[in-house]
């Protein structure tokens, strides 16, 4: 079983930045390809970026060029930098991970709020 920890959420100003890491127990985050997803109110959940074990990376139309996704096996960590941050990226962040053929694991999420 994989458990996953987000933190680095919190209030910020339009244009400014913020990391968000995700922590993961067990021995097989090497394996896992990670996602960022975040869900604002009344609004469905959507993928952000994506990171496979290759390290090739993907992500939405809506943060490319703004946001990083990038992972340090050693530390069992996922990180999104978000930079250049807007009103519409306010949300709850959720951190998930796939593991081919045996499952899926989400973290509990970290809010982000990004003022105008």
């Known amino acids: 079983q994989v458990q996953l920890v987000e933190s680095g959420g919190g209030l910020v100003q339009a244009g400014g930045s913020l990391r968000l890491s995700c922590v993961a127990s067990?021995?097989?985050?090497?394996?896992?390809?990670m996602d960022w997803y975040r869900q604002a109110p009344g609004e469905q959940r959507e993928m952000v970026a994506v990171?496979?074990?290759?390290?090739?990376?993907d992500y939405a139309d809506s943060v490319k060029g703004r946001f990083t996704i990038s992972r340090d096996n050693s530390k069992n960590t996922v990180y999104l930098q978000m930079d250049s941050l807007k009103p519409e990226d306010t949300g709850a962040y959720y951190c998930h991970g796939n593991l081919r053929f045996v499952g899926d694991y989400w973290g509990q999420g970290t809010q982000v709020t990004v003022s105008s």
């Open positions: 990171i496979r074990r290759s390290g090739s990376t």
């Open positions: 067990g021995s097989v985050f090497s394996l896992l390809t």
